[in-house]
């Protein structure tokens, strides 16, 4: 079962606001920047993602589970754009796929915690873009 949504609905203004100093320089922290389906608004959200693949994937635990606002908009306006390491990627819709296994990517030490949280769905970010060709 994924964290409980008072969690994230805290964790949005109390945590995410350090955590988005961290994001865009600090792994495995990255930014995600959305734009809202119904309000246009734009929104960047810290997330724990891990690139894959040569740097063509990011994966992203959902620890709150597949509903959420920031999955829904990039799911809606068919990508977005990841701030990582100093550098920005533009990123397609992103895919879900369920089971820790197929995430090996994901570095050992955070797989007994995503474990001891019962976290099983993960989506990957494919980058649209080569890593660092856009400036953050």
Sequence with gaps: MPAPRAIARSNRYLANALARRLATRVPPFILIEHVGRVSGKRYR????????GGNETIVVALTYGPDVDWLKNLQAAGGGIVVSRGHAYHIASPVIHTGLDRSATIPGIFKPILRLLNVSQFARLPLRTPAGTIAA
């Design 45 to 52: 959200t810290p997330v724990f993602g891990f690139f894959e």
